[in-house]
Structures are given as C-alpha cells and as structure tokens.
C-alpha cells in the first residue's frame, strides 16, 4: 500500500495514476466487506479520491470525500486520526465549493470543521480558509477579521508556518483597505517563511509583496518579487508554481512573459489531458479483463440461480395470487403480480429453455452463449430489484444511494445534491416507498429512452415540504404520461404529495417531485 501512497502523491509515468486507481479501488471493496477495517476503507477512498483531484474529476473527488466524510460517522471509537481526517475532508470539500464559487456551502463547512476542532493549529488553518473564500468574494473587512483570528490561535499555539501563512494574508488585506503596517507585516511574514522548511510557501509571500508593490506604484520592489516567484518555482520544478508566477509577471505589468506563459499553461493543459487519457484507457482494459473472467466463471451459478429463482418466483406468484386479494387493492395488486409473471415466462423462462437446448445441441459456441446467459441474468435480476421489498432497518439515505449508484456506469454519471441533509425521519414508510419507487421509475426511464450520459437529482427541505427536482440532459421529448409517468403520479397522489413533468425534444428531462 505504501508504494501506491507514494505514486499518488508524486506520479511520474503516464499510467501511475491509472495502476494506483486499480490497487486501491481493489483495497476499498475488499475492506468494505468487513466492518472491522473501516479506517482502511477510508484510507483507501481518500487516495482514490486524491486521484480524480490530480487528474480534475471534480465531481468524482467531491463524491468520495462525502462518502468518506459517512465512513467517518460510522466509527464508534474516535481518535487523533480520525479527527484530522475529518479536518482534511472538510477543508478539501471547502476548497472544491470554493473552486466551483459555491462560497456559502464553503462557509458552512469551515464553520461546521471550526466548531469540531479541538486544537489551536487546526483552529487557525480554519478561520484562515474562511478569510480565504471572503477575500475572494471581496469582502475585505470580514476576511481580515477571520484572519486576525487565525494569526492569534497560530500564535498561541506557537506555530510558525500558520503564524507567517496569517500574518501574510492579514497584512496583505490590511494593504488592500488601505491600513497602517501592512508592509511591515508582509516582510515579518516572509521573514518568518525563509526560516522554515516548508519553501514552498515562500511563493505566497512573493505573490502578496509584489502585488502590494505593484499597487503603490513601486515597479523596481514588485518586480524583484515577481523574480523571486519565478526563480522558486524554477528551482522547485513544480510547473503549477511556474504557471502562477508568469502570470503575476503580466498582472504586474510585465507582458513580455505572456508568450512563455501561453507555452506553460499548453504544456500543463496537454499533460493533464494524456494523464486523464492513459488514465481512463488503462482504467477501460483492466474493468473489461475484469468483466470477461467474472463470465468465464459465473456461467453454471447464474444458470443454476435462474432456474432457482424462477421456481421460487412461480411459487410465491402462485400463493400471492391465491392469499393477497383484499378490496380495494385487488386489481392492482391482481395487474402487478400478472406483469411480473408474463415478465419471468416470456422474457426468462423461454430464453433460459434456449440456452439450454443450445448446450445439448452444441450450435453456438462459449462466447454466444455467455453473452445470451449475461444478458438473461442482468433481466432476471432487474424484474427482481425492481419488485423486491424494501428494508428500512437500513438508513434511508444509503439506500437511496445505492439506488443511484446501480444506474450509474461508465455512459451515465448520477449527481446528488442534499441528499445527506434531508431529515428523513420525516417521512412514514408508505411515503418512502412511494418515493422510492417514484426515483426508481425515473431512472428506469433514464436508462431505456432518453440516452442521458448526466443526471442531477436536487434533494431540498423547504419549511414543512420536501423538494426532489430530478433533471437529465437526454434527448427529451413531448410529454406523454405512458403506464411508467402515470404510475409515478398515481403513487404520489397516494401519499399526498405531486409529481410535474417537463420535456422538449433535444432539451432533456425534468421531473419536479413535491412532499
């Protein structure tokens, strides 16, 4: 695992990343089948989700570090490294809202971390992520009151790196609303830099002075720092820090380095597009060798389940049909139990008799039959996912989850919004089972019509009411409420609650469900 750590932090040939996402993806499933090893289920979900971070899966990164954020919440016992692991959630989560300009939900996860955090350290790194997201929002007297803070819980906690990271920040904002020693605290903190390890951060100071500099009009000052800049990140050989002081050169008036910039920022663009390339071609043949050898041995299980499952699915139909006539629900449950029968006879019974006799007969060789039995399988098992009974000793949330995650593949990407904040104790089990069924109709839609590659389900509590608004970028089309759309507002309409469409041809799919 240590090795694969390692390529994660620094990778240096095309398909590391790809290696890395595969050892460790192998790890999470394995760990995730014991409960006892859920710190390294987490460990190994917070290196895959370094991974989408290096190669710009933003998405991806933000999934796994909410699934990790869960995994967390799971622990009975909590420690040192848990605790800091949930720091590092929250302040990676905080950076992705604050990328996206998504400020608010940046805010509130730095505030929710800052109210969790125990130490003077993890305190100060905080607030000054906080000053962070409102100085990019210009608001300049809320990021130095946030920075003042991180500066005093950095110095009472005598930490140097913190202290000079607040005191840059501070002095540079001070700077910025036109305060007294705003200079002299910038030079403090880059005092203070060139005597810790960590040379990296000296490029902030850098940045800080000469943008100071450059804003009092001392061209000679601001361009020494911008020298500065550019020869640190020269000698560190980190292309990201050579991108950022080209660019303070032509900000700072310096526009002979835009040339050499564009070079940079092509040469960075095209490594990061054959890192995602190699990455998601190595990613393809490894999941395909996968797939090929998981048929090559699933072959007599599945055929042996098939028949297994259609004798108990004959049985239970037979004493469904016989024992569960009650009044009012007769017809439907009579149409329903005759749907799933016709269903098991014409689309798994016959074929299954087909396979069989092609066996006897020896007309279709291993490949043709494995593709017919795959394909028999994944049908019986959709009937079943479909009809099966719900447990609800299972959090709600999870299993609205794991129901978005069996639609999902590499063609559709399933994007959820507010789905861990609702309080879905809200909600009875009829009305959970009626949603349910209602976002499992949706997606089924999804799935056979519209040849969506994105869906976005937005999960909002709005005063005593619950919000779903389901949205897809397929083909769309005219609103017609066939049995599927018309089922979905029946169950609805059982619990209260409504379902509206919205479609257009080439527009996508909308459906907003309300409770």
Sequence with gaps: MQYYSKIVNNPKKPDD??????????EKTKYAKDKKMI??????????AEIQKKLGYSSENEKLNLESLNLLEQLEHKTDWTHISYLRIINELGIIYRERKDYAQAIKLYQEGLSRATSLNHQAVLLNNIGHVYESTEEFEKALDYYQQAYDKAVASSNKRETARSLSNMSFIKSKLNLPKAENGLLEALDIRKTNKYNFDLSSSYNHLARFYYDINDTISANLYTDKFLQLALKNKKADHLQSALRLKIETGQSQYAKRFITINDSITNLKKAQRNNFNYYVYQYDKKERDLQKSQLISERLLYLLLFIALASLSLYFILKYKHKKEKLQEVYNTETRISRKIHDEVANDVYHVM????????????????????????RDISKQNSIINFNIPYNELLTDLFLSYQNDQVNIITKGLQRISWERLNNPQKTALYRVL??????????????????????????LSIIYKDNGVGSTVI?????????????SINGTITFESQIDKGFKATIMI
């Design 481 to 493: 409420k066939g049995s599927g759309l018309q089922n979905t507002e029946n169950r609805m309409h």
């Design 39 to 48: 710190i390294n289920e987490i460990h190994a979900t917070q290196l895959l």
């Design 357 to 380: 006799t092609q066996l006897q007969t020896g007309t279709k060789d291993n490949k043709d039959l494995l593709d017919n039995l795959e394909n028999i399988y994944y049908r019986t």
């Design 17 to 26: 990343l790809a290696k890395a996402f595969t050892f460790f993806t192998k």
């Design 440 to 465: 499992q109709e949706l997606l089924t839609n999804m799935k056979k019509h519209s040849h969506a590659s994105i869906v976005v389900l937005n999960f909002e509590e709005k005063g005593k009411s």
